[in-house]
């Protein structure tokens, strides 16, 4: 009877999941380039910097509509865009 039993460390697979492994895969070149970065912490700057350039994107487009709107020429949302520019980058870099 007790040799039907199997102990789960005995009998596992030694091989890495493909998670594990391109975890291992990114350490390396991340050490290869001499960046002192975590697999964890380069997605979370990647992220970052995505949600940085989508605010940018979104305080230029609202920037001209706010312009448009209400100074009745597109020109004139120069200086709404660049107000919100400057929270975008006040929001990102100081908060």
């Known amino acids: 009877m007790v040799e039907n039993i ?3 460390l005995l009998y596992r697979s030694t091989e890495l999941t493909e998670e594990a492994a391109l975890h291992e895969e990114l350490t ?3 050490a290869q380039c001499g960046a002192d970065v975590t697999p964890e912490t380069f997605h979370t700057l ?3 910097t995505i949600v940085f350039h989508l605010a940018v994107i979104q305080a230029l487009s609202s920037g001209t509509v706010a312009g448009q709107l209400g100074e009745g020429s ?3 949302g120069v200086k709404y865009a660049a107000a919100l520019l400057g929270a975008t980058y006040v929001a990102f870099f100081f908060v």
Do not use: E
Request: net charge neutral.
């Open 6 to 8: 199997r102990d789960p």
């Open 28 to 30: 390396a070149l991340f």
């Open 46 to 48: 990647a992220y970052r």
């Open 74 to 76: 597109v020109p004139d």
